[in-house]
């Protein structure tokens, strides 16, 4: 085989490889690849014992764990500090707010329905992700008034 | 390097990167791929400014916005309305029913289960969507007996 | 075409292929790809019409339906209940739950968080999957007092 074609043929599979995320370890007059691997960022333990992650990522898929915002303040207060918390965990795993693909939001009180997305709109840049909200009265942990988790991308 | 043979690598590379949802901007010696990129479609504006989207796309993946029903109707109305918002949805990004991944369904009434249940089945085809039921009463916005969102692939 | 070029060219083709989780059907001088395929495990039928799966895979990524635990039992029961039955689907699928990527957790009372962590802690490896964790009261089907579903890769 020419040096030329397996330089080639070694470059078009590094951008494919690239793309998924994937990575490659090329011997000599073969390439093989490795399956893709999660990685996770910042992770929470309980007791000393792994509890969860603010990030999970596979290839290019990313995932972001349940955010709450747990001090004083009414929902435009919590939504903001909220949507800071998502983006902290999606600049870490290397995407951003511009990248997310879909948003749960789970608010304290539908009353907060308006004030959530006073703050909300526009957070996520000119195509912004597809949204499920729904409120479960009492049911966010730590007396957050919204808690939201969001899948993105790289 | 032989027409023939780089011809054969721009087919393989065109096949590869079409069943990942690449673009290809191949040059004459060299292939190169852009990155993926977010597509989004009936985008939902809050005084001029985009809030959520109806759908977004990443590669062959979809991810629907959660979807109610905001006129009057027993929880067999509001189903089958919602699931036709879902297929309308899928349908503008060029999926399908039939290739819904997973869906989470919100009640507003557990007691809803059953109705839901006799109007859901057998709409996504012979090898459904995984699913994931809870009921929030008084949680599902614009007073919705039930909302749906789902993950689905092209 | 060399036997030798084209022999590099089908592995290289088919350790993408496989990575991706693409079926190939090579041909002599061609290589073709079919896109990839939904699988489903464990469909529930309701009446004899699919319901819902137990799990469904696309390429890599695997999705759970939400569990849920019907006898007796405390929190803690039902917690590790509830994550054997998502261990039972992800194997079934050939993932893990190292593999997991994130995790819904649907509590019937927040009172029962810190018993949920205690059972939950370490299940998931060193790596944990993110996790959004919510409390419905009443609003987890079949009497259960949790719910969990989870998205992985194998």
Redesign the interface.
């Known amino acids: 085989?020419k040096p030329?074609?397996r330089s080639?043929?070694k470059?078009?599979?590094a951008?494919?490889a690239g793309?998924?995320g994937?990575g490659v370890a090329a011997s000599k007059?073969?390439?093989?690849?490795a399956?893709?691997q999660?990685?996770?960022f910042n992770?929470v333990?309980?007791?000393d014992?792994?509890?969860?992650?603010?990030?999970?990522k596979?290839?290019?898929?990313v995932?972001?764990?349940?955010k709450g915002y747990h001090k004083e303040g009414d929902i435009k207060v919590h939504t903001d500090e909220v949507l800071k918390e998502l983006e902290k965990e999606l600049i870490k795993a290397g995407s951003s707010m511009e990248?997310v693909?879909?948003?749960?939001v789970?608010?304290h009180d539908?009353n907060d329905?308006k004030g959530m997305?006073?703050v909300?709109?526009?957070r996520?840049?000119?195509?912004?992700?597809?949204?499920?909200?729904?409120?479960?009265?009492?049911?966010?942990?730590g007396d957050s008034l919204v808690?939201m988790?969001c899948?993105a991308?790289i």
């Open positions: 085989m030329q074609r080639l043929l470059r078009l599979f951008s494919v793309i998924t994937l007059a073969e390439a093989s690849v399956a893709p999660k990685e996770v992770v333990n309980e007791k014992v792994p509890l969860f992650s603010g990030s999970t596979l290839g290019n898929l995932f972001v764990a349940g990248k693909l879909k948003v749960n789970y608010l539908l329905y997305n006073e909300y709109k526009g996520f840049g000119s195509k912004p992700p597809v949204r499920t909200t729904v409120a479960v009265y009492g049911g966010v942990p808690e988790d899948i991308y």
